[in-house]
């Protein structure tokens, strides 16, 4: 069976909304309309997407060039768009190495436009889920891409929301870093309702409640547990907009979702 074949274009994926919501080409009438009914809700819901896209490329690229990073492990990247990690790590340095990893079939099909990295690199792709960390580490493509005895950034940008418990969340994210040297780093976002008024809340509340959105909303102590142990790099645990001014012309409440880069010592 192919990738292709796999894909069942009934039933919404997060990856094919928020490629909908960045105005791109890659999604179905499910994805369609899972977008347009959580933005009758949260009617600001592409800036948020546009803010988390502007904080992955000001991470990558502070990353890169203030902390000397040169492999990336990019979980949940989702389908191809402008500025992938690959491309904003291998312009400052075309040696950096990335590993990208999606449980989307869909993607899978258009790993081509990922791959094309600088020679001097290397970038591979791998079709797994964030679910299972282990199955992640010790898969081949991974031991042959990335070094894990030197520094790791891995990017958990716009997934964790998808993992719908502390209980299960938190092990995986240490389970990842448990696997990592000194000297990496954790990059982080995930929905919130801390930003918004008590009827944006309720709305949130309920569409959750009854499965139709799939992002779970943590509070600051919740997402900032993530982080247990690592060194935030300042400004620490803010709203995605603000993260070294990632998307300006935002406000919290716009995005609603917080983001935080921290360093393993």
Known sequence: MTGQDRIDTSVPHPARRYNYWLGGKDHFAADR????????????????????????RRAVRFLAEEAG?????????????????HELAQRVDP??????????????????ALLTGAPEGRTAYLEADLRDPAAI???PDLRATLDLDRPVALLLVAIL???????????????????????????????????????GAAAYRAMFAAGRTDGYAR???????????????????????????AYPDATPADVAMYAAVGRKP
């Open 69 to 85: 990073v040169r492999q990336f492990l990019d979980i949940g990247t989702g389908l191809p768009v402008p500025d992938n990690t």
């Open 161 to 199: 929301h998808f993992i719908h418990t502390d209980e299960a969340a938190l092990p995986i994210v240490r389970h990842l870093l448990s696997a990592l040297p000194s000297g990496s780093y954790l990059v982080a976002t995930n929905a919130t309702v801390d930003f918004a008024d008590e009827a």
């Open 219 to 245: 509070s600051a102590a919740q997402f900032g547990a993530f982080f247990e142990g690592l060194d935030l790099v300042p400004p620490g645990v803010v709203a995605v907009c603000d993260w070294h001014d």
């Open 33 to 56: 309309a899972s977008g347009d009914e959580i933005a009758a809700a949260f009617p600001t819901v592409r800036t948020a997407v546009l803010a988390n896209r502007a904080f992955l």
């Open 95 to 112: 040696a950096s190495r990335v590993v990208y990893v999606d449980n989307d079939p869909i993607v899978l099909t258009h790993a081509r």
């Open 137 to 139: 580490l010790r898969h």
